[in-house]
């Protein structure tokens, strides 16, 4: 007989449910845990979990003591928790010393003011390069006489690979800031720095939609075809394989959008090119993509800032492409090899290092829907990496809950406000559409450090992150000896979040 669509539904919804885990029972006997135990239970009881997974880990992280564990040895996909391993490998790594370079060098002799030869543009990945930090490389070059070359400008990338783009990447977010094309050669627009981007802002004066970039810059083509009107729906997109920008919908009030360039080192080399006409440089040859010859002489060169700073805008704002670049810089320095590849078993092996049993990464963000982590492991990276001469610096990196400041509280900034956990939480974010995960430290109402992993997967409702919210408040106020004064109708409040964390949402819409 024929199933029906209404009964194949019903018969994979029962079988969802069944195989979905029980309530995680106290794992410690004494009543503070038991209470903590209901309550969690309670809480992942919300009805828009019903069809999706959940795993949760609590630990003390004084001792290592589970105090709550569901479901922790099952594989889910972290999103952003990914970073919590990326960040910490290259802290262990390339230490909190490290600095990215960029240098510019002569492949010829100069005689006066004259390069006979070609000027090459070499990169290491810095994701912080703006267009003031060209300009200032031009002004070096400047400085040392040259005033006309006769060959080539040579953009140099090859510290990395030429694979831009992650093997798992969604081809419609590659017009999207945090989906941009990885290269050893880069540009940020701000200091959010997001390399390989560009700010395009639309306008609406005297009837007309005016069009800026920042930077300036014309190595993207704008086609604006919008319109000015009574309200601002407006659609700022770079098309598949091109540097061509289409701007579409209606504009009202200013708007902009950060958006991806095809090949960044080329982009990266536009800018230099211009800086160095303003300060008199003349580069005859045309702008090729190569690598610089054995002997070439160093004119100038620009370091970034250290890794131990650098990580406060890679984990506040969860940058996709600092965690990227770092991956691939961890793959050149331990096996001469800048790669994906590379760089994933350096964090692998740092990873099992600790004591972490289940991981499978496909790239350093957490962008990848085949990226797998345990809820366990996230907790046994957390407790491990606490005696790292490195981790409080990485520990002060993690979003703060409720600190309105963007470069403390980072994506946690509008959560939690108002309650024991404000100031408190200190964990790193993570969203995927139908995947949320939150996972850090809290101090106990005891004073009690804990380290917590959450992570929820496959809802089809919107954001569940006020799940995530409840059991890090209800952690904030555990205590072993005393039973929480708080309501349990409290734990059923629902609140309304955003599908995706403020990193994927800018400007800065929450």
Known sequence: MRRTSASLVAGALVAILAWGSSPATAVDPSPGVADLTKDINLILGDDRLAIARSAVVVRSAATGEELYSTDAGKLMTPASNAKLFTSAAAAEVLGLDYRFQTSVLRAGRQTGSVVTGDLVLRGTGDP??????????????????????????????????SVRLGQDWAWDDESWYYAAQISALTASPDRDYDPGTVIVSVSASDGKVKVGTTPET????????????SSTDVLIERQHGTNTVLITGTVAEPYSEWITVDDPARYAASLFRSALAKHGVRVLGPTVSGAAPEGAAELAEHESMPLSELLVPFMKLSNNMHAEILTKAMGRKVAGQGTWAAGLKVTGDFARGLGVQVLNLRDGSGLSRRDGVTAASIAQLLLAVRGKPWYQAWYDSLPVAGNPDRFVGGTLRNRMRGTPAAGNVRAKTGSLTGVTSLSGYVTSAEGEPLVFSIMLNQYLSSSPKDIEDKIAVRLARFSRTAPDAAPAAELRTQQTYPD???????????
């Open 218 to 229: 014309d190595y993207l083509k704008i086609v604006n075809k919008a319109t000015a009107g």
């Open 500 to 510: 995706l964390e403020c990193s994927w949402l800018k400007p800065a819409e929450c």
């Open 128 to 161: 912080t390069m703006l267009a003031e930090d060209y300009d200032k490389l031009a002004a070096a070059v400047a400085a040392k006489g040259v005033k006309l070359v006769t060959g080539k400008l040579v953009a140099d990338d090859t510290w990395f690979d």
